[in-house]
Structures are given as structure tokens and as C-alpha cells.
């Protein structure tokens, strides 16, 4: 056994000389007290000299303590470095309620052999400590956990390689009950028949910091499956990794997801990055990109959680079916300052993301060039009662309904706010958003759409339930009716709204429908500013200037009545639609609505009780 007083670090009070450590001289060099002897200060030196652990070593051609890492294992006082030269050990390792360092020269192996795990940890006598540093774990094989096994312990790994083993669960790394922590360690071309390729790590607590995991095959985590454990993933490359559910990692519960790299991975079912069950977890400041599954979620999959998915940036994910970036299901997260570009769902709907059954905040998200095969070229909400706000949505595509957001039979009042939707493009209806089917009610405010296009409601598009819209403002959408907007069978009320050289008319209405349009502003849309084949609106307090051909479409003109004007409104400027300096707009809207200063409120898209903003 050797044992060294100094590993040549720098350890408080271990010097060059020849003194005893913390000596009170002679030999020149030791360390000495400077109080005078018997002094209180200098018998209690806060600078005692901590000892290195004892270190034994291991090698097969008799230069070390030990001729096999088993002997030097079980010779090792606790506490204890146990190193093993350049070798491979093909013999299993079982360290069983001992507290041990494992170190390894560069090209150290345990090899399992194909039939046995290349290391195991448990706590069987004791409580286990093992911590492993700079070995290859490789051919193992085992029902868990193939490269190393830990139950009950805690085990570390750092700068440990573990590479092609196998297991029915868990084929590189298991873990039941443990504390498991690796850092700077690769799991790479493992493989489980069953969950978790890279490794299954089951309860406890799961740290992974400035590791790689990268091309495990599995079923549920492809790279890992955490599950029922605490803890924090961080700093991370996940990549190359194939499974069911989650190709790159799979995790739940109160588990914290941050700040990682998945790229390139797959997922045969949902999940192509990730899957998270969230609960009460958070996945933040991750880039997620080139992922792909065969249905939904080729970035990722959530469900059933309360989590937070915050800061991430989603690009280039693809999805089969739907949702390309993230699919939310059955959940309740919110969806905070994440950047969604270039996904795409092929062969259904939301290019960018899909949630379904329950309420989502999705908030100050940035959503650009996502494609759908179906509806939502960003986002399709499908049955639940998400909340929507802050967010900006340009240049999306949808091969049906909502270039940008499809809102496909929902059975819940569903709210839309403060957002930007620019060059937008629906091959059917709704070039912006698409609502369809038995909708209770859709409250939306503080819009902006420009440029969006579809053959029905360039910008919005909706049928059946009713709407309330609160300044918004429309210029240049285009569509063969309605260019800014289009209603079947809606019951819709319209407030401060400015729509603005719209390509076919401004609003086309069909159907029944009990609807409103008031101190509102149409200016330069050719093809009227209003189309109806159905019911008419009720139109008080509005203002139409210079749209081409007829303004009223299939209703009497109501200029003069009710309050309406056709006058040049006097706007700040081109694309500045603030009224200027003698509006006929300002304090010309209805008496109930004033505005925030408490005047007769003003006619447009900033007028009435929320137009600042």
C-alpha cells in the first residue's frame, strides 16, 4: 500500500520541506506557528495539514500493490483511491458497502464479457459511496443496468466512458434508490431491449452535468429514462439516440431540464428530443434541433404536467404527424420565451406545436417558418382552453386552416392577446387563425396582423360560437373573401379596430350569427369593408374612407347614422395609424367606451378603455 502525504496540489499547510507538516521549525521549510510557544492562537492553527486518502494500486504485472483490482478492493481501507493501470479487467467488479474512489489510468476497462455487468454498487452490508474516475465500463450485460449497476448507494461518475453494453433495462447505466451524479461522462452505443438505452435511473436523486449521451437505442429513453427521481440535467449533449418515447431522454415528476443540446435524435412513437411528464419540472435553455418522430413531437413530448418549458430554442424538428417542435398533452404548463423556427409537422397539424385537453399559458413565444401538412402552421389548440399572449408569429404555413393558429373544436372559452402575426399563409381558411367548429367563445386583444393570406379570412377565419376582438389592427392580408376577416355562423363583436388595404374586402360574414362592429376604422380594402351573405352586422361609431367599390356589401349603407362617417381619419402616417393632429376620429366613438384618460373615446385600433398599448 502506498500513501502520500501530497498528490502534488496545492493543500493547505503540505510544503516542500523537510519539517514535520505543521511542525514548529527546524529543517528550514517546514510550517510554523509564529505565536509565541504555549500561545493559545498558534496551539489551535486553523492551517492543520488534510491528509490525502490512502491510495492503493492494481496491476496485473506486479508494479503495483496488487496484482488484481479485487484484492485491492477488498485491501483498501474506506475512504480509499484504488487505482488501476492501463489494463482491462475482465472479471465483474462488485463493491458492496464500501466508501471508494476507483480511479483509472488512460485505457483502464472493466469488461463484462457480454454475460455479466461490468460493475456493480449496492449497499447490502453497508451504506456504499463509490465514486469512479477516468475507467471504460464496456461489453457488460445484465437484466439492469449493463455497463454498471447501483441499488441503495451513491455513485459518481467523472470522466468515465460507458459504451456498448446491454440489458433489458438500462443498458449502459442502472440505478434503483440511488444518488447518482455524472459529470464530464460519455454514454454512448448502449443498448436495452426495454427502457432507457444510455441508462434507467429510478428514484433517488439524478445529477448530469458536462456529459454526452449519444447513439443508445431503447424503448422509453432512447439516450436515458429518469424516472421518480429529483434532480438536474444540465449542460448536456444528447444526440444520436433512438427510442419509442423520448429518443433522447426521458424523465418526470419534479425533475429539472436545462440548459442541454438534443440534436438528432428519433423517437418511433412521441418525443423525438424528449419526453418529459412534467408535474412540477421545468425544461429551460435548451437547443433542440434536428430531432424527428413518427407521430407527435418531433422536438418533444409533454404530459400531464404543471410545468414550466421556458428560454429553449426549437429549430428543425420534424414530426410525421403532428406537432414538429412540441406536443403538449393533457397538460398545464406554461410555455414562456421559447423561439420556435423551421418545424415541421408533415403529415398533420401544428408546425410548431400542439396542445390538447387542458389549459396552457403560452406566453412571449417566437414562432417563424413552421409548416403544416393539416392545420396550424405554429400552433393547433385542440380541445382545451389555452391561454394565449405576447407572442409573435411570422412567416408560418399551413396546408389547410391557420397559417399560424387552428383552433380545432374547442369546448372552452379560449383567449388570444398582445401578439403579432405577419406573412402568414393558410391554404383554406384563415391565413393568421383558423377557428373552427363548436366554439363557446374566443376573447382576443391587441393585435397586429399583417400580410397574411388564405382563401378565406386572410388574416382571421372562424365559424361557429362567438367572438369578442378589442383593438386590433389589419393592413395588406389578402384572401378570395374577406381579406382581413371572415365569419360563418359566428356571433362576433368588433371594438376599435383599424383594417387597412385588404385584398377581397374587409370582413365577409355568412350565415346566422348576431354580430357588431363599432367604433371601428376601414380604409383602402378593395372589395368593400364589408361582405355579408347572411345576417348583417350591426355597424354604430365606425369610419370608411376610400375602399374600392361598394363599402356595404349585401347591407344598407349606415353613413350617418348611429355615428358612422365616411372621412379621411387622418392617421400620424403611412403604416402609423395613431390618429393625427383634426381626426374626425378623436372622441367620435360610442359615449360608453371612453378611453383610458377618461375622454369620449377615439375611433381606431388605439381608442376605447385598453387602447394604450
Known amino acids: 500500500m502506498r500513501v502520500f502525504g501530497c498528490l502534488g496540489v496545492l493543500l493547505v499547510g503540505c510544503v516542500g520541506g ?11 521549510g517546514g510550517a510554523s506557528d509564529t505565536g509565541a510557544e504555549g500561545d493559545t492562537a498558534a496551539d489551535t492553527d486553523t492551517d492543520a495539514v488534510v491528509e490525502p486518502p490512502p491510495v492503493v494500486t492494481a496491476c496485473s504485472d506486479g508494479t503495483a500493490d496488487y496484482l488484481t483490482l479485487d484484492e485491492a478492493i477488498a485491501a483498501a481501507p474506506d475512504g480509499a483511491v484504488v487505482e488501476l493501470c492501463a489494463e482491462v479487467v475482465n472479471t465483474p467488479v462488485v463493491i458492496d458497502g464500501r466508501t471508494l474512489t476507483l480511479r483509472g489510468a488512460a485505457g483502464a476497462t472493466l469488461d463484462g464479457g457480454g454475460t455479466e455487468r461490468a460493475l456493480v454498487v449496492r449497499s447490502t452490508t453497508a451504506p456504499a459511496d463509490v465514486t469512479v474516475e477516468g475507467l471504460t465500463l464496456t461489453n457488460g450485460f445484465g437484466e439492469a443496468g449493463g455497463g454498471v449497476w447501483c441499488e441503495d448507494a451513491t455513485l459518481t461518475l467523472t470522466d468515465v466512458v460507458v459504451t456498448g453494453n446491454e440489458a433489458q433495462q438500462g443498458g449502459g447505466v442502472g440505478s434503483l434508490g440511488c444518488v447518482v451524479t455524472l459529470t ?5 452505443s448502449n443498448r436495452a431491449w426495454g427502457e432507457g438505452g444510455g441508462g434507467r435511473l429510478e428514484g433517488g436523486t439524478v445529477t448530469v452535468t458536462d456529459s454526452r449521451v449519444l447513439s443508445n437505442v431503447g424503448a422509453d429513453g432512447g439516450g436515458l429514462k429518469i424516472m421518480g427521481a429529483a434532480g ?10 433512438v427510442g419509442d418515447v423520448g429518443g433522447g431522454v426521458w424523465f418526470d415528476g419534479a425533475y429539472t431540464f436545462t440548459r442541454n443540446v438534443l440534436r438528432g435524435n428519433a423517437a418511433r412513437f412521441t418525443g423525438g428530443g424528449f419526453a418529459g411528464y412534467l408535474h412540477s419540472g421545468g425544461i429551460s435553455y435548451n437547443e433542440v434541433y434536428e430531432n424527428t418522430c413518427e407521430t407527435d413531437g418531433g ?12 428560454g429553449n430554442n ?13 406536443r403538449m398533452l393533457y397538460g398545464g404548463a406554461l410555455i414562456e420565451r421559447n423561439t420556435f423556427r423551421s418545424n415541421v409537422a408533415s403529415g398533420g397539424d401544428g408546425g410548431a406545436m400542439k396542445v390538447s385537453h387542458n389549459r396552457s399559458d403560452i406566453r412571449d413565444n417566437v414562432f417563424e417558418d413552421n409548416v403544416a401538412g393539416g392545420r396550424g402552421g405554429a400552433i393547433e389548440i385542440d380541445d382545451d382552453n389555452s391561454f394565449s399572449t405576447g407572442n409573435v408569429f411570422r412567416r408560418n404555413q399551413a396546408g389547410s386552416d391557420g397559417g399560424a393558429v387552428s383552433m380545432a373544436l374547442p369546448f372552452w372559452d379560449i383567449e388570444l392577446h398582445d401578439s403579432v402575426f405577419e406573412d402568414n399563409v393558410a391554404g ?8 373552427l367548429g363548436k366554439l363557446f367563445g374566443f376573447t382576443a386583444s391587441h393585435l397586429e396582423m399583417s400580410g397574411n393570406q388564405a382563401r378565406r379570412g386572410g388574416a382571421i377565419c372562424a365559424s361557429a360560437g362567438s367572438m369578442t376582438l378589442d383593438n386590433a389592427l389589419f393592413r395588406d392580408n389578402a384572401a378570395d373573401e374577406g381579406g382581413a376577416l371572415a365569419f360563418t355562423d359566428v356571433s362576433f363583436s368588433l371594438y376599435n379596430l383599424v383594417v387597412d388595404g385588404s385584398s377581397g374586402g374587409g370582413i365577409a360574414v355568412d350565415g346566422a350569427g348576431v354580430s357588431l362592429v363599432s367604433d371601428s376604422i376601414f380604409t383602402g380594402n378593395d372589395g368593400g369593408a364589408v361582405v355579408t351573405h347572411g345576417a348583417a352586422p350591426a355597424w354604430r361609431y365606425s369610419l370608411v374612407w376610400e375602399n374600392s367599390g361598394d363599402a356595404f356589401v349585401g347591407m344598407g349603407d349606415p353613413t350617418g347614422e348611429n355615428g358612422n362617417l365616411a372621412v379621411d381619419p387622418k392617421f400620424v402616417g403611412v403604416g402609423d395609424f395613431h390618429l393625427g393632429t383634426g381626426s374626425p376620429g378623436v372622441d367620435a366613438g360610442d359615449p360608453a367606451r371612453v378611453d383610458g384618460d377618461g375622454s369620449r373615446g377615439d375611433l381606431g385600433g388605439y381608442g376605447g378603455p385598453d387602447g394604450s398599448w
Open 18 to 28: 523537510t519539517g514535520a507538516p505543521g511542525g514548529g521549525g527546524g529543517g528550514g
Open 184 to 188: 464530464r461522462t460519455e454514454v454512448s
Open 232 to 241: 438536474v440535467t444540465s449542460g448536456t449533449l444528447f444526440e444520436g439516440n
Open 299 to 310: 422536438g418533444g413530448f409533454t404530459e400531464h404536467g404543471t410545468g414550466r418549458v421556458f
Open 314 to 326: 426549437f429549430h428543425d424538428n420534424v414530426a410525421t404527424d403532428d406537432a414538429g417542435a412540441l
Open 428 to 435: 383554406h381558411c384563415g391565413g393568421g387563425i383558423a377557428f
